[in-house]
């Protein structure tokens, strides 16, 4: 765990922050985490509504429960500097637990190289959550590569970025993976495309391989970094870049945060 996070458990009315000495094996079943800025978040209504769809899914019926949790978890984080809070829905001897990480946001970045997944390790590629480790190891191997991000692949398509939603210009048009692809529905990639329509931007989708997107514009979109332009491609497709489009869409998403409280 981050040394500068701190792990609270949901004590059934309140957060407590966890003895360190337990030692619990656990089972992560939903995670959800977002970046504060500031005492602004963007799309926290969305980030808290998949947290409690997915955790719904994995056996956790109690939404008031839930909401309790969720807000008092947002009560706690500051409103000076940089968060990137993650809740979490674990088991733990056998019951379902929630949790919440109150940790420093990383550093932040505009750009991105990657790499193409030799495989797809995830078990449920459609929840946030139960895949962070696999993702985290198969996201290692790609460093390893020289790439920081790696691209899986559904049958030869394109899906999704170990920690990121991919997001592709042809042209005037905005396109994304199918959603019948083995990917998580993205908050980012969604509020990308809710400006997209808003804009009057038309919005397709498309089911490629790596090669597909040669000279296309690529974006990785995540909670925390907002839309880093694909630089690089490494052994995949030369890519373009539009960097004065890139920075108006990364200004018209900060545009859209909003204060916690």
Sequence with gaps: MDATATLLDWAGDALVVRD????????????DSFLVAAGRALALGLHR???AETAALQGFAHRAELDAFWEAGVALLPEEGRW???????RARGALRLRFRQRTAPPLGADLVVATAASDPRRVPHLKGPDIDRLN??????????????????????????TTALLWWRGETLCAPPFELARVDSVSARTVRGIAAALGVPVEEEAVRPAELEGTTLWAVN???????????VDGPALGHEPARTAAWRARCAALARPLR
């Excluded at 360190?20 to 079943?29: A, F, G, K, P």
């Design 20 to 31: 360190d000495c337990e030692i619990v094996e656990t089972e992560l079943l939903a995670a």
């Design 49 to 51: 509504e998949r947290f």
């Design 84 to 90: 990137f809070p993650r809740f979490e829905l674990v």
């Design 137 to 162: 190891a198969l996201r290692q191997r790609a460093q390893r590569d020289g790439a920081q991000e790696a691209v899986l692949l559904d049958e030869g398509r394109v899906t999704d970025g170990t």
């Design 223 to 233: 909670a925390l970094h907002g839309i880093r332009d694909v630089t690089v491609w």
